[in-house]
């Protein structure tokens, strides 16, 4: 193995804004499908879940600095996601940064995450679920979420980060000091290490930090994603002011 051109461009950037661009809810077709060429993209990012419901999509929304509504619809599970391709390896491109601001409306029904998963299918579903106190693995992920099927008071952040390896995580011992608010913006930030190692910040608070090799599996390929599913019943909505992605280039030939 050998590597060349480091004078190149290193640093790999992801970044929206969300000043006014929008994917309308009620497209009537899925992500991925080949109806009207429906691949959806907001930048640099794409949009992905369950595109095919009437209520679920991003739309912008006329607020100071320029926010996007993430919508995820009245079916467990159900939603929608920004994200990246599943393009980005501890060991190949770390430190890894996935930082957001964003805010909820109502705190007491849905699933946000942001952060970093083993997989983004067309059709996202959550990359981990939560029951009581207990959250299940879905796909390898490290990063926030709020999910109202905890018994944790709404609105607390948790900070899970769940490996290959990791059947099932108890939530109170990844649990944040800090509380969403209801219409209230909190500045999330997750730094994972080429060695697995991972950072969790609220607000520019530091609120976890987890040693080589327990956060991250180092060669899991993964993808950035925030996003935001339904419960049954329920539909659920986060309000993004903008969403960053970084990374150092991989430079092995």
Same mark, same amino acid.
């Given at each position: 193995?050998?590597?060349?051109? +480091?004078?190149?461009?290193? @640093?790999?950037r992801?970044?929206n $804004?969300? &000043?006014?661009a929008?994917i309308?809810?009620?497209?009537?077709?899925a992500?991925? #499908?080949?109806a009207g060429?429906?691949?959806?993209?907001?930048g640099?990012?794409?949009?992905?879940?369950d595109l095919?419901e009437?209520?679920?999509?991003a739309v912008s #929304?006329?607020?100071?600095?320029?926010?996007i509504?993430?919508?995820g619809?009245?079916?467990?599970?159900?939603? &929608?996601?920004?994200a990246?391709?599943?393009?980005?390896?501890?060991?190949l491109?770390?430190?890894i940064? /996935?930082?957001? @601001?964003?805010?909820r409306? %109502?705190?007491t029904a849905g699933?946000?995450f942001?952060?970093?998963a083993?997989t983004l299918?067309? $059709?996202?579903?959550?990359?981990v679920t939560?029951t009581g106190?207990?959250?299940?693995?879905v796909?390898?992920c490290?990063?926030?979420?709020l999910?109202? +099927?905890? #018994?944790a !008071?709404?609105?607390?952040?948790?900070?899970?980060?769940?490996? !290959?390896?990791t059947?099932?995580q108890?939530s109170?011992?990844?649990?944040?000091? +800090?509380?969403? %608010?209801?219409?209230e913006?909190?500045? /999330?930030?997750?730094?994972?290490?080429?060695?697995?190692a991972? @950072?969790?910040?609220?607000?520019?608070?530091?609120e +976890?930090?987890?040693?080589?090799?327990l956060a &991250? #599996?180092?060669?899991t390929?993964?993808? &950035?994603c925030?996003?935001?599913?339904?419960t049954?019943?329920t539909? !659920?909505?986060?309000?993004?002011?903008?969403?960053? %992605?970084?990374a150092?280039r991989?430079?092995?030939?």
């Amino acid at each position: 193995m050998s590597v060349s051109g +480091q004078s190149g461009v290193g @640093r790999l950037r992801w970044f929206n $804004d969300f &000043a006014g661009a929008e994917i309308p809810v009620a497209n009537a077709v899925a992500y991925g #499908t080949s109806a009207g060429g429906c691949n959806y993209y907001l930048g640099d990012f794409k949009l992905i879940g369950d595109l095919g419901e009437t209520d679920t999509g991003a739309v912008s #929304t006329d607020k100071a600095n320029g926010y996007i509504l993430l919508s995820g619809n009245n079916e467990n599970g159900k939603g &929608a996601a920004i994200a990246t391709g599943i393009i980005l390896s501890p060991v190949l491109n770390g430190t890894i940064v /996935v930082e957001c @601001r964003l805010e909820r409306a %109502v705190l007491t029904a849905g699933n946000v995450f942001i952060g970093l998963a083993g997989t983004l299918a067309d $059709d996202v579903a959550e990359p981990v679920t939560a029951t009581g106190t207990e959250l299940t693995y879905v796909v390898p992920c490290v990063g926030f979420m709020l999910d109202s +099927q905890l #018994t944790a !008071a709404d609105g607390l952040w948790h900070m899970p980060y769940l490996l !290959a390896s990791t059947a099932t995580q108890v939530s109170t011992v990844i649990e944040a000091s +800090q509380t969403a %608010v209801a219409g209230e913006s909190d500045l /999330v930030r997750l730094e994972v290490d080429n060695n697995g190692a991972a @950072r969790w910040y609220i607000n520019q608070v530091l609120e +976890q930090s987890i040693g080589a090799g327990l956060a &991250a #599996t180092t060669t899991t390929l993964m993808g &950035a994603c925030v996003g935001c599913w339904g419960t049954t019943g329920t539909a !659920a909505t986060v309000d993004v002011d903008y969403f960053l %992605v970084e990374a150092n280039r991989d430079w092995t030939r």
